[in-house]
């Protein structure tokens, strides 16, 4: 099992607008989390290993100013070095992926959050709240509010 860690913060309940209902509201913690299972693959060759490093590589460095390749290396250093690594391949079974991150709040609870986080320098948490849990408290208060009017005028 490999675990990945993404966004992670403590939430203070200041943060909420709903901080005024006495008793309503405590600490606690956003997270999301991948756990992936599967077996290694062991990869000695070098093609292979060259290759996933020049993925790699190109991805990372990728938006720099002057972005290094593999080519920039001399090619005997380079074999020399491929010919020191293992490549470690996980190839994934089942996985799992757990996310608690203020889903359950309202919106006006979760834009507290955000302004928190953007004001903490959290741009990673506070991004995923914008894109991701923020709409989805937008649409569940639409919804409850249709059910409501529903409600109030079939008197069920």
Do not use: F
């Not at 992670?8 to 913690?29: D, L």
């Not at 993925?55 to 593999?70: I, K, N, Q």
């Not at 074999?79 to 994934?92: A, N």
């Not at 203020?102 to 834009?111: E, F, G, T």
């Amino acid at each position: 099992m490999v675990i990945v860690h993404g966004p992670a913060h403590y939430v203070s309940p200041s943060w909420y607008a709903s901080r005024s209902e006495p008793g309503r509201v405590v600490p606690t913690w956003d997270h999301v989390t991948v756990h992936l299972y599967g077996h290694l693959v062991a990869h000695e060759d070098p093609a292979w290993i060259e290759q996933t490093l020049r993925v790699l590589t190109d991805r990372h460095e990728s938006g720099l100013d002057a972005p290094w390749r593999l080519e920039d290396a001399p090619r005997d250093h380079l074999d020399t070095m491929l010919r020191g690594l293992v490549g470690v391949e996980l190839v994934v079974s089942r996985w799992e992926a757990k996310a608690k991150m203020s889903q359950n709040r309202s919106p006006a609870d979760i834009r507290g959050v955000i302004a928190a986080l953007d004001e903490l320098g959290d741009q990673v948490g506070a991004d995923y709240l914008q894109r991701v849990s923020l709409p989805v408290a937008v649409r569940r208060d639409e919804t409850l509010r249709v059910v409501a009017a529903r409600q109030k005028v079939t008197g069920r």
